[in-house]
């Protein structure tokens, strides 16, 4: 069945950037669209960013649109969010999730597949 396994979290100073990386297995991965999601502290899983099938679309919540950036490669079964320009509201747990629905999905419950987590943290 489908796993996912993400990678890349770690401590950065404001101002830094990281790179997650979702490696996708058991499927063909360029029919899932993939989904990045965040859950801080005492708060709801909120989402990130959404990139089509092909990595040719994608859409950003409010908060990181012009500093993260989704992208995918296919021959790698692998979806990335490069972050810049960190801030200490970046922190928290950042999940890849993948869904065969068409269409941008931006709620959880459209993801039927969800990795484990990888934790964010970004000091002042």
């Known amino acids: 069945q489908v796993q996912l396994v993400e990678s890349g979290g770690g401590l950065m100073q404001a101002g830094g950037s990281l790179r997650l990386s979702c490696v996708f297995s058991g499927r063909t991965f360029s029919a899932y669209r993939m989904g990045w999601f965040r859950q801080a502290p005492g708060k709801e899983r909120e989402f990130v960013s959404t990139i089509s099938f092909s990595g040719s679309m994608t859409d950003y919540a409010d908060s990181v649109k012009g500093r993260f950036t989704a992208s995918r490669d296919n021959t790698k079964n692998t979806v990335y969010l490069q972050m810049n320009s960190l801030k200490p509201e970046d922190t928290a747990v950042y999940y890849c999730?993948?869904?065969?629905?068409?269409?941008?999905?931006?709620?959880?419950?459209?993801?039927?597949?969800w990795g484990q987590g990888t934790q964010v943290t970004v000091s002042p």
């Open positions: 999730a993948a869904t065969n629905r068409i269409g941008v999905r931006r709620d959880r419950e459209e993801y039927d597949y």
